[in-house]
C-alpha cells in the first residue's frame, strides 16, 4: 500500500470520526446558537381536558418534531416530557418542558348540616356534635380522603346561641366551610319533646308532592313532544302491564340489576325477566337502568358487561341508564368526585362497543353541584315537583322523573311517573 492510498484512508478514518462525534455522541440537548423555544410557566389544573404538548410552548422558531398529543394531567406534581426538534439543518436536538399540576379546586360539601341545631341545657354534649358531623357528607375532585374539622366550641351548660364552623379540607390545602348555630336552651317546665326545635337537616331533594294518578299526568305533561312512562323495580311487586298500557303508558324504564355495597356484585332484580316479557306483549316501549355502588372504574366495567351478557343482543328503545346514588356514605365509599365521570364513561364505551346507547340517572341537585363536568351525556333527572329541571352549563335532559308516588292501574304500589322529551 502506497502512501497516497494509506492518507486517502487515515483521511477518511478521521472523516467517519468527526461525524460520528458531529452526529451522534454530540450533546443533544445543547441548543444550538440562535434557536429559541420559550415555555409557558403557568400551572396546569388537575384533570383539565383539552390541554395539549404545544399548548406549554409560548413561542419557538424551530422545527418541532414530537407530535402534538394532550397532556395526562391525572396526577398532581411536577412532570418533564422530552421533545425532539431541528434547527437549520438536518440535526435532532431534545428539549425539557417542565410543567407543574396543581389542584385548585375546593371540596364541596354533598349534604350539609343544617344551618342551626337546638338543644335543651345541661342535655347534649360534644358527642351530639359528632354525631352531625358523622351525618355530613362531602367529597373532592383530586384527594380520595379529604379531612373535616370543627371550629369553635360550645358550653352545653349555659343558655346562649353558639358558632361552629365545619371546614373540610384536601391536601392542597384548598377549603370549604360551612357555619352552623348551636342554640342552648331552658327545657320548659311542662316539656312536650316535640317542641324542641328539631331542624330537619338540609333536604337537597325537593318535596315530595301529592300522590297523583296517572291521568293527571298525561294531561299535565303529554304533547305531540313528548311521551309519558314509568319506572319499576321489584318494589312495584306483580304488575299488569297490559293495564298499565291501557291508561295510557307509552313506555316503562325496568331496574335490571342492582348492587347492594361497594364490595358486592351487581344482580339482576328479582322482577326483571316478568317485566320485561309482559312489558313487550303488552307493547310498551322499553328501557332498562342498573343501580350501582361502584367506587372504581373496573367494577362499572363489570357492571356493563353484566347488562350486555344479559340483554344477549336484544334491542332498546331507550338507553341503557347508569343510575348512582351512593351520596349518603360518599365518604366511605374511597374515592373522588372526578372518579364518579371515569366510572360513567367506562361503562358508557362498554355498553357503545356492544351497540347500546347510555344515559345517566340523577337529580337536579347533584347534576348541578356535584357531578363536576356532564359533558354530552344523556340526561335522565330526577325533580319531583311541578317546577321543570333547570340544569347548569346548558344541559339539556331526555327524561324527566318527576313523581316517586304515582298511581296508575295495573300496579297496586306507588310508582315514579316519566316525560321523555323526544
Not at 345541661?122 to 374539622?149: L, M, V
Request: net charge negative.
Amino acid at each position: 500500500m502506497n502512501n497516497k492510498i494509506r492518507l486517502i484512508i487515515i483521511i477518511l478514518f478521521i472523516g467517519t470520526i468527526f461525524l460520528l462525534m458531529h452526529f451522534v455522541f454530540y450533546n443533544k440537548y445543547k441548543m444550538p446558537k440562535g434557536a429559541e423555544i420559550i415555555i409557558s410557566d403557568e400551572n396546569l389544573e388537575v384533570y383539565s381536558e383539552n390541554i395539549y404538548l404545544y399548548d406549554l410552548i409560548k413561542s419557538y422558531n424551530v422545527e418541532i418534531l414530537t407530535e402534538n398529543y394532550p397532556l395526562q394531567l391525572d396526577n398532581i406534581g411536577n412532570t418533564t416530557v422530552t421533545i425532539s426538534y431541528k434547527y437549520k439543518g438536518i440535526r435532532k436536538y431534545l428539549f425539557d418542558i417542565n410543567y407543574k399540576v396543581v389542584d385548585n379546586t375546593s371540596p364541596i360539601f354533598i349534604k350539609a348540616p343544617s344551618s342551626s341545631k337546638t338543644f335543651y341545657v345541661s342535655e347534649a354534649s360534644d358527642k351530639d356534635i359528632d354525631k352531625i358531623i358523622e351525618k355530613t357528607t362531602f367529597g373532592d375532585n383530586y384527594d380520595i380522603n379529604p379531612t373535616i374539622k370543627k371550629i369553635g366550641t360550645v358550653d352545653f351548660s349555659k343558655i346562649g346561641t353558639y358558632k361552629l364552623t365545619f371546614e373540610i379540607s384536601d391536601s392542597s390545602n384548598n377549603k370549604n366551610s360551612k357555619d352552623i348555630e348551636i342554640i342552648i336552651k331552658e327545657r320548659p317546665k311542662e316539656a312536650d319533646n316535640s317542641n324542641l326545635d328539631k331542624t330537619k337537616e338540609d333536604n337537597i331533594e325537593e318535596e315530595d308532592e301529592n300522590t297523583i294518578i296517572f291521568e293527571e299526568h298525561i294531561k299535565s305533561y303529554k304533547n305531540n313532544n313528548t311521551m309519558v312512562g314509568i319506572d319499576v323495580s321489584k318494589w312495584q311487586g306483580e304488575i299488569d302491564f297490559q293495564k298499565v298500557k291501557d291508561a295510557g303508558c307509552e313506555f316503562v324504564i325496568i331496574r335490571l340489576g342492582v348492587m347492594k355495597d361497594k364490595n358486592s356484585e351487581l344482580v339482576k332484580d328479582s322482577t326483571f325477566d316478568i317485566n320485561y316479557k309482559n312489558a313487550k306483549l303488552a307493547g310498551l316501549k322499553i328501557g332498562i337502568y342498573v343501580y350501582s355502588e361502584a367506587n372504581n372504574v373496573q367494577t362499572a366495567i363489570s357492571n356493563a358487561e353484566f347488562v350486555i351478557n344479559e340483554l344477549n343482543g336484544d334491542i332498546l328503545d331507550f338507553p341503557v341508564v347508569f343510575d348512582w346514588e351512593s351520596w349518603t356514605y360518599f365518604n366511605s365509599m374511597e374515592m373522588n368526585l372526578h372518579m364518579l365521570n371515569e366510572m360513567y364513561d367506562a361503562f358508557s364505551n362498554k355498553l357503545n362497543e356492544a351497540g347500546y346507547n347510555t344515559m345517566l340517572y340523577a337529580s337536579e341537585y347533584y347534576l348541578n353541584n356535584v357531578w363536576l363536568n356532564l359533558k354530552d351525556y344523556k340526561i335522565w333527572v330526577a325533580k319531583y315537583s311541578n317546577k321543570s329541571p333547570e340544569l347548569i352549563n346548558s344541559k339539556n335532559f331526555e327524561l324527566w322523573q318527576n313523581s316517586c308516588n304515582g298511581k296508575i292501574n295495573g300496579i297496586k304500589s306507588d310508582v315514579d311517573f316519566d316525560i321523555f322529551y323526544k
